[in-house]
């Protein structure tokens, strides 16, 4: 039997509720999905500032309602609830994966010989590591807000009265795991940092994702941008739309819009509208092309909680 995981619940409490008030850990062995359990609990009027972590989920959901599944102690699974009230919701999940990108992998090791792994962010919401090894797919991020105002009484933590409640759920791969059956190779925390474990990873990711969400709430994602450009797997790349349009990536606007050239000019790509993959043989700029995965490692698409 497996000993049990050792997680750092209080100290990522005691870094958090200055932040946050009212903010609570919870760890459960078991749960049909981080995210669905939170967004349950603010339709139910349970609207305090929560973060969620699972060992286990049988019904994990990432982009388009796909399934992510993992075993016990082979990945990260955690959602984060707050009220939150930006004046612009745009480009949301890409500041989370940079927040999430820099507390895994502060410093991008330099291009060159050896190529180590590199933590990347495919939009609008893939974690991704690039090197020698090539493209592969760490984690994935699904934001949601639930479908009304959060109460006055929680609201008042916010900026102003029309706050929501709010959700970010991340999923990372902690331990390698077979590609059988994958549409893209898996990468994981080993690869960034051999010994890197699920605990230690989330009192790295979660006190700088709830600054990252305040500071998010009065600027909005434009001063992200350039941190973003950082780590942009696509740029550059030749990629192909959903619609079917084929064009080639430059990056993204202040509001989080892909920015794609096509035969028909630029145009801004918002994630509600259309996905993108790359394409086989794309140009190369940072990072080794490939075909995109649909799950953090697995068929689905974008990691889901």
């Given at each position: 039997m497996n000993a049990p995981i050792r997680w750092p619940a209080e100290a990522v409490w005691e870094a958090v509720s200055p932040l946050l008030p009212g903010f609570t850990v919870e760890v459960l062995p078991t749960i049909d999905s981080t995210?669905?359990?939170?967004?349950?609990?603010?339709?139910?009027?349970?609207?305090?500032?929560?973060?969620?972590?699972?060992?286990?989920?049988?019904a994990g959901r990432g982009r388009l309602g796909r399934v992510w599944q993992s075993d016990v102690g082979?990945?990260?699974?955690?959602?984060?609830?707050?009220?939150?009230?930006?004046?612009?919701?745009?480009?949301?999940?890409?500041?989370?994966?940079?927040?999430?990108?820099?507390?895994?992998?502060?410093?991008?090791?330099?291009?060159?010989?050896?190529?180590?792994?590199?933590?990347?962010?495919?939009?609008?919401?893939?974690?991704?590591?690039g090197g020698a090894a090539g493209d592969r797919k760490l984690g994935g991020i699904l934001v949601e807000t639930a479908s009304f105002v959060a109460p006055q009484a929680v609201a008042s933590q916010a900026s102003t009265s029309t706050?929501?409640?709010?959700?970010?759920?991340?999923?990372?791969?902690?331990?390698?795991?077979?590609?059988?059956?994958?549409?893209?190779?898996?990468?994981?925390?080993?690869?960034?940092?051999?010994?890197?474990?699920?605990?230690?990873a989330l009192l790295r990711i979660v006190p700088p994702l709830a600054a990252m969400l305040q500071a998010f709430e009065?600027?909005?994602?434009?001063?992200?941008?350039?941190?973003?450009?950082?780590?942009?797997?696509?740029q550059g790349r030749a990629v192909t739309l959903s619609d079917?349009?084929?064009?080639?990536?430059?990056?993204?606007?202040?509001?989080?819009?892909?920015?794609?050239?096509?035969?028909?000019?630029?145009?801004?790509?918002?994630?509600?509208?259309?996905?993108?993959?790359p394409v086989l043989a794309a140009p190369l700029s940072r990072f080794a092309p490939s075909p995109e995965g649909d799950a953090t490692g697995g068929p689905a698409k974008p990691a889901p909680r």
């Open positions: 995210n669905t359990e939170l967004m349950r609990r603010a339709r139910a009027g349970q609207c305090e500032p929560t973060l969620l972590v699972a060992e286990q989920q049988t082979a990945s990260l699974m955690m959602s984060l609830g707050l009220p939150l009230a930006p004046k612009d919701w745009s480009g949301l999940s890409l500041a989370v994966g940079v927040s999430v990108a820099e507390s895994l992998q502060p410093v991008l090791p330099p291009l060159g010989a050896g190529q180590p792994a590199r933590v990347g962010l495919k939009w609008p919401n893939d974690l991704w590591l706050a929501r409640y709010v959700v970010v759920g991340i999923g990372i791969n902690v331990l390698p795991r077979s590609p059988e059956g994958m549409s893209m190779p898996p990468g994981s925390l080993q690869d960034v940092e051999p010994g890197l474990d699920a605990p230690t009065g600027y909005g994602f434009a001063p992200m941008q350039p941190r973003f450009a950082a780590r942009d797997v696509l079917g349009h084929t064009g080639t990536a430059h990056g993204v606007g202040d509001d989080g819009a892909l920015l794609v050239h096509t035969a028909g000019g630029m145009q801004a790509i918002t994630s509600s509208e259309i996905s993108v993959r």
